[in-house]
T-cell receptor
């Protein structure tokens, strides 16, 4: 049975810090993994999509890495800003299902 | 380019009733997926439609059903509502879907429909 875990569940850091969010999954036979952010009461915004053949993807201050064999992905946020405050979810997709982690609730302190 | 739209945004129903939610994908997108989000269970995959066919299905009872029309718009129906069905229902669209089908594409989410069952 596939499971997805995100650590930490919540994180508060001062503005300007670099930070790393972790996502681990059982069953390494994923096809891709997507990172999202969700603002309170709203839908999800796609941040990065990593195909299973890729090791990382970058978009602006965000960098996501994927180590499929060890079942891990990390989302690196550089120079954090108050606008980055949100819940971040990772979602690996297997052949017939997508499973979301419970998310990391991030709060950037001004 | 318009994003994914969902209607209605908010809905209050009584236990035992049925409800239909609607999702219009981004123009050109052929895959629509539905998700249920609750505080306790998080985000859970309901089903995915592609070219009017259900392609993948999550672990939900048969009271949850859906369909997709030729213009890729999709509807989700929940019959015999239970209190536990209260949730935010999200739909997402992508060009061809994710996972094993063709090349994986990013999913774009709508704002969701907040369903409250009393």
């Amino acid at each position: 049975k596939q499971e997805v875990t995100q650590i930490p569940a919540a994180l508060s850091v001062p503005e300007g810090e670099n930070l790393v969010l972790n996502c681990s999954f059982t069953d390494s036979a994923i096809y891709n993994l997507q990172w999202f952010r969700q603002d309170p009461g709203k839908g999800l915004t796609s941040l990065l999509l990593i195909q299973s053949s890729q090791r990382e993807q970058t978009s602006g201050r965000l960098n996501a890495s994927l180590d499929k064999s060890s079942g891990r992905s990390t989302l690196y946020i550089a120079a954090s800003q108050p606008g980055d405050s949100a819940t971040y979810l990772c979602a690996p997709w297997w052949e017939d299902k997508i499973i979301f982690g419970k998310g990391t609730r991030l709060h950037i302190l001004p | 380019k318009a994003g994914v739209t969902q209607t209605p945004r908010y809905l209050i129903k009584t236990r035992g009733q049925q409800v239909t939610l609607s999702c219009s994908p981004i123009s050109g997108h052929r895959s629509v997926s539905w998700y249920q989000q609750t505080p306790g269970q998080g985000l859970q995959f309901l089903f995915e439609y592609f070219s009017e066919t259900q392609r993948n299905k999550g672990n939900f009872p048969g009271r949850f059903s859906g369909r997709q029309f030729s213009n890729s718009r999709s509807e989700m129906n929940v019959s015999t509502l239970e209190l536990g069905d209260s949730a935010l229902y999200l739909c997402a669209s992508s060009l061809t879907g994710t996972g094993a089908f063709l090349s994986a594409n990013e999913q774009y989410f709508g704002p969701g429909t907040r369903l409250t069952v009393t």
